[in-house]
């Protein structure tokens, strides 16, 4: 057994993979109620994590599992900033 530290992993609510959590984005819903995209993965509150992958990106645009997950409802601008971030940013 090497005596690194232990690489958190976390799975991608679109696809199910399981990744290190460096490699996905988090988006949290804080203890008010609000949904957010979380940068610097240290906002508190429940937290969900998608991969960069573009199909992940359009699956959460449209089958809209945030809503569930956090069992409340999230603003079209947290989708839209979601997509605009990584989507556009490819192009």
Do not use: N, Q, W
Request: charged share 35%; glycine share 8%.
């Amino acid at each position: 057994m090497e005596g690194g530290s232990k690489v958190p992993m976390r799975t991608c609510i679109a696809c199910r993979t399981e990744m290190p959590r460096r490699d996905l984005l988090r988006i949290v819903r804080s203890p008010e109620g609000e949904v957010k995209l979380d940068f610097s993965g240290k906002l508190p509150g429940r937290g969900a994590y998608v991969c960069k992958k573009e199909a992940c990106i359009r699956l959460l645009g449209r089958k809209r599992p945030l809503s569930r997950i956090f069992s409340v409802p999230v603003p079209e601008e947290v989708y839209s900033r979601l997509e605009e971030e990584f989507l556009d940013a490819k192009d």
